[in-house]
């Protein structure tokens, strides 16, 4: 589902790996170990890692780890308080993007 729709959006070529429900051997989020597993056996060092959810609860374990969560939420609600697990508020995948992009660009 992921694939089709960062295609429909014309980011898939922008992320490297999408870990879904059957890459994770159908453990569910919120749990990230299948997330940290597949980052050890690659070697690939949480802290350059970005998750992107639209869940606020699957965030929490990932920042545990180091990795920089980023909360996509299409109404934001400016008056609730972000909670410490999540680095990054947008309202949706490609305005996260377009701000990464003319940040490190």
Do not use: M, W
């Amino acid at each position: 589902y992921a694939k089709k729709v960062l295609n429909s959006l014309g980011v898939e070529s922008l992320f490297e790996y999408i870990l879904d429900i059957t890459k994770s051997k159908y453990i569910p989020k919120p749990s990230v170990e299948p997330l940290i597993t597949y980052l050890k056996k690659n070697k690939i060092n949480l802290k350059t890692c970005v998750y992107f959810e639209d869940l606020e609860k699957n965030l929490e374990n990932a920042h545990k780890y180091g990795i920089t969560t980023v909360h996509i939420k299409e109404q934001i609600n400016k008056k609730k308080t972000i909670q410490p697990f999540i680095d990054f508020r947008f309202k949706s995948i490609l305005v996260a993007l377009n701000t990464i992009n003319k940040t490190y660009n």
